[in-house]
């Protein structure tokens, strides 16, 4: 008997899957994979149930004789191991991102004789609402807000990129990518950066966008997206606003708030000591933690501490003082910060802290030494990733060339062409 294999990434099943698996009984025994949480996270979405929830839900379809779980979405592990005859899919992996995955399976399975076969993909109305559902599920707060901790176990390293916008917040959403392994790719989730909220208003980064416009903002996001959120709290203010801050953020579904321990007139940290800025003493700090963790009413929300003791050139043996205060202050994380230009002082610190805390979440923001990978990041111990301001930083350039050419040529026709088609901007936005 020959064997049919499937790969689903999916928490509910439609009419889709099942007609998947109507045809693939009529060749043969019937393998389904269910994609793992780590692969599921880069390549689809974001699973609403676990990988043991979705095999039972497999097994129990008619037709189905077995299911595995498959590691791999290039689909190498299931296909060393099972070598099925026949890999069945919707066909609209034919284009689009997904369309080297299906070429990597066929010149895999072409190497022992095996096929593909590709099912005519079911548009229909009841397969479009249970999409639409799923996604509006991932967009609640209690979803939202728990993803970012199970993000940290599901992967390696969690991969985040600045939105400031409901716009910005749909790229990091939706761009995905084929990546140079082959594999698909795609960000975690976003950060709501202070320099990039208040650039975007035309304030300078000093705490001057007030918390209702920065909820605002996260609202903007909110609206349009399912992945989790980060805030950059900032100093996170006074500890008596801070409290009613955490629990505002908790409620609307940000997972995360980073604060900084800098007091006064803060400043954006890359101007570095060129500007005087005041760091907060180890008490103070640790109180102000404190007393966020204690207002918190979820288990999922956390509160990360940021040390500035790089930036101000205080020192690693102060950054590290600080880093073990404030974990038993209770932070969920420690993000270090630097503006050197290369990453040599954030593996010191990474290699310094994990020998004595192994489990406490690090974040990194590699803005200034911005040739180290992710990888190499996730090997020294770091967590969490943050792009902090590149989409900020890559749209101003382009907007203001294009108003100084239209002021020069006293007309439009000369930037056109270097500019998105009328017809695709009034598409870019769905409707529902
Ligand atoms: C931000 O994005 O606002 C940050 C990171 O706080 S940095 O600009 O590097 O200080
Ligand atoms: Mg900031």
């Keep these: 008997m020959k064997t049919v294999y499937t790969c689903f990434c999916t928490d509910v099943i439609h009419d889709g899957h099942l007609n998947i698996i109507n045809h693939m009984k009529k060749y043969g025994r019937v393998i389904v994979g269910c994609l793992s949480d780590k692969e599921m996270i880069r390549c689809t979405k974001f699973p609403i149930?676990?990988?043991?929830?979705?095999?039972?839900?497999?097994?129990?379809?008619?037709?189905?004789?077995?299911?595995?779980?498959?590691?791999?979405?290039?689909?190498?592990?299931?296909?060393?191991?099972?070598?099925?005859?026949?890999?069945?899919?919707?066909?609209?992996?034919?284009?689009?991102?997904?369309?080297?995955?299906r070429d990597h399976v066929e010149s895999m399975i072409a190497l022992y004789g095996g096929q593909i076969i590709d099912v005519p993909y079911t548009y229909s109305e009841s397969v479009k609402k249970v999409d639409q559902r799923l996604k509006e599920k991932l967009s609640m707060p209690e979803y939202r807000r728990k993803r970012l901790r199970q993000l940290i176990e599901m992967t390696p390293v969690v991969k985040v990129m600045e939105a400031h916008s409901g716009l910005t917040g749909l790229i990091v959403e939706k761009t995905v990518v084929d990546g140079n392994n082959g594999k698909l790719d795609q960000f975690d989730g976003m950060w709501v950066s202070s320099l990039c909220d208040s650039t975007d208003k035309g304030k300078p980064d000093i705490e001057l966008v007030d918390m209702t416009s920065r909820l605002r903002t996260i609202d903007d996001i909110m609206e349009v997206t399912t992945k989790p959120i980060i805030l950059d709290g900032d100093t996170g203010g006074l500890t008596e606003h801070f409290v009613y801050n955490v629990r505002t953020l908790e409620r609307m579904g940000v997972s995360a708030v980073i604060i900084e321990d800098k007091t006064g007139l803060k400043k954006n940290s890359l101007f570095g000591t060129e500007v005087v800025q005041t760091q907060d003493s180890i008490e103070n700090f640790s109180a102000k933690i404190a007393a966020g963790k204690k207002a918190q009413l979820s288990d999922d929300f956390m509160i990360i501490a940021r040390i500035e003791s790089l930036i101000l050139e205080r020192g690693m043996e102060d950054a590290l003082e600080r880093a073990f205060a404030f974990s038993a202050a209770g932070a969920d994380g420690i993000m270090i910060h630097s503006r050197k230009k290369n990453p040599a002082e954030i593996f010191e610190f990474c290699h310094k802290f994990r020998e004595e805390d192994k489990k406490t979440p690090i974040v990194v923001v590699p803005t200034s030494f911005n040739q180290v990978t992710e990888e190499e990041l996730a090997s020294r111990g770091v967590n969490i990733v943050i792009y902090a301001n590149q989409l900020m930083r890559a749209a101003f350039p382009v907007m203001q060339k294009t108003a100084e050419d239209i002021l020069k040529a006293h007309r439009a026709k000369e930037v056109d062409g270097k500019l998105m088609p009328f017809k695709d901007i009034i598409r870019l936005i769905d409707e529902l």
């Design 49 to 101: 149930t676990s990988e043991q929830e979705r095999m039972a839900l497999y097994q129990d379809l008619d037709g189905v004789d077995q299911v595995v779980l498959q590691d791999d979405m290039l689909y190498n592990d299931v296909i060393e191991k099972i070598h099925p005859d026949y890999v069945v899919h919707g066909d609209n992996w034919k284009v689009g991102a997904e369309k080297s995955i």
